[in-house]
T-cell receptor, first 116, second 122 residues
Framework: AQSVTQPDIHITVSEGASLELRCNYS??????LFWYVQSPGQGLQLLLK??????LVQGIKGFEAEFKRSQSSFNLRKPSVHWSDAAEYFC??????????????FGTGTQLKVEL | DTGVSQNPRHKITKRGQNVTFRCDPI?????LYWYRQTLGQGPEFLTY????????KSRLLSDRFSAERPKGSFSTLEIQRTEQGDSAMYLC????????????????????FGAGSRLTVL
């Protein structure tokens, strides 16, 4: 069964500092990986996705993530955090060409707080 | 493109009552998904439709839950005889895609989520 682990429940960074949010996945084949962000009372917004190819993927709002197969990781990074980045971040994994739709398995999320 | 729309945004009900949530997906999306999110957790898959066909249901979807997508457009999620444990955010998402899962070279199959419907059962 596929699963996602986000080991950090809460992270606090200062505005302007760099950020890395960790994500480890378990999947029996080539994973399709996603990062979503959720602001209070809002739905999930896609930040970036990895399907294949270059293992460093760029997303919206200056975020990037690197797929490391050997470590089963897909960590999210941002070089300089803005106060508006405070939100909850979810990593998700989906299946490849296995049929059955795009069912995603999400991690439990990392709550990011930005100190001014 | 107005995005995925969910109604109502908030619902407070008493235990034992029935509730229904509606989801209007992005018009050109043929797949529609329901997820449930409880406090401190990530979204959990409930069920999904391709057009009007319900293709998969999670074990989380007890007999008290029923989802429909009668004309392949909007969908409803009904919860009968609500329990306090049903209190959660119910998220709807939609996507394009063909039968057979992901298309590796396409932006299709990326889920676009609505803002959710928050249910509180007293």
């Amino acid at each position: 069964a596929q699963s996602v682990t986000q080991p950090d429940i809460h992270i606090t960074v200062s505005e302007g500092a760099s950020l890395e949010l960790r994500c480890n996945y378990s999947y029996g084949a080539t994973p399709y990986l996603f990062w979503y962000v959720q602001s209070p009372g809002q739905g999930l917004q896609l930040l970036l996705k990895y399907f294949s190819g270059d293992t460093l993927v760029q997303g919206i709002k200056g975020f990037e993530a690197e797929f490391k197969r050997s470590q089963s990781s897909f960590n999210l990074r941002k070089p300089s955090v803005h106060w508006s980045d405070a939100a909850e971040y979810f990593c998700a994994v989906g299946g490849g060409l296995t049929g059955g739709g795009n069912k995603l398995t999400f991690g439990t999320g990392t709550q990011l707080k930005v100190e001014l | 493109d107005t995005g995925v729309s969910q109604n109502p945004r908030h619902k407070i009900t008493k235990r034992g009552q029935n509730v229904t949530f509606r989801c209007d997906p992005i018009s050109e999306h043929n797949r529609l998904y329901w997820y449930r999110q409880t406090l401190g957790q990530g979204p959990e898959f409930l069920t999904y439709f391709q057009n009007e066909a319900q293709l998969e249901k999670s074990r989380l979807l007890s007999d008290r839950f029923s989802a429909e997508r009668p004309k392949g457009s909007f969908s409803t999620l009904e919860i009968q005889r609500t329990e306090q444990g049903d209190s959660a955010m119910y998220l709807c998402a939609s996507s394009t895609g063909l039968a057979g899962g992901f298309l590796a070279s396409s932006g299709a199959n990326v889920l676009t989520f609505g803002a959710g419907s928050r249910l509180t059962v007293l």
